[in-house]
């Protein structure tokens, strides 16, 4: 369970990202966070991932006070964690499989399970005939696929997701979005920072909308 009380974030010379808010998200949960852009939406998801820290209110992750936490225990905290990014940050110097392998090595995973567990996630993703290929002989879609293969393959318990379908035409982003919801109907949480409301239509989630820093709770959407 993820919960904000109250949460305030303020960064240095601006005005707060993010004001007062509270609200919960169960386990199993697939949620989208939407706002215009500059409305908080990535500051919310840097709260919950521990990559910020609150100016005041309190965030728990399963019950661990992110405010709290000791340096030494944020990597372990972000194990829970499958994080994606609009820019997909891979490493162009090495192939599918070699990126999709690296937080495993990070974790001390390695040998025939690591490779088991690299070809498992890019067959989830549809690029298990791809694990050779360079990411920028990539379409962006792959690329982002690449990204969500990444993500998981550390099996979190919580995938965060921030504008995952913004540099991607509607066929590729209903794509993405139907991995997504696979994960989701497996019991993974599911958080998805986006302003692409033709995506969202087409999957069941809740709705958290930010407008300018300020949560306001939206409404539950049915496929």
Known sequence: MIKFDHVTKRYPGSNEALRDASFTIEAGEMVFVTGHSGAGKSTLLKLIAAIERPTSGTVLVANQNISKLKPSATPFMRRRFGLIFQDHKLLYDRNCFENVILPLHINGVSGT???KRVRAA???VGLLNKEKAMPITLSGGEQQR?????????RPSILIADEPT??????????IMDIFQAFNQVGVTVIVATHDALGMSAVQGRVLHLDHG??????????
């Open 146 to 154: 690449l990204a969500i293969a990444r993500a998981v393959v550390s």
């Open 122 to 124: 890019l067959d989830k």
């Open 113 to 115: 399970e690591a490779a």
């Open 214 to 223: 300020i949560l306001k709770e939206g409404e539950r959407l049915t496929s």
């Open 166 to 175: 913004g540099n991607l035409d509607a066929s590729y982003a209903a794509d």
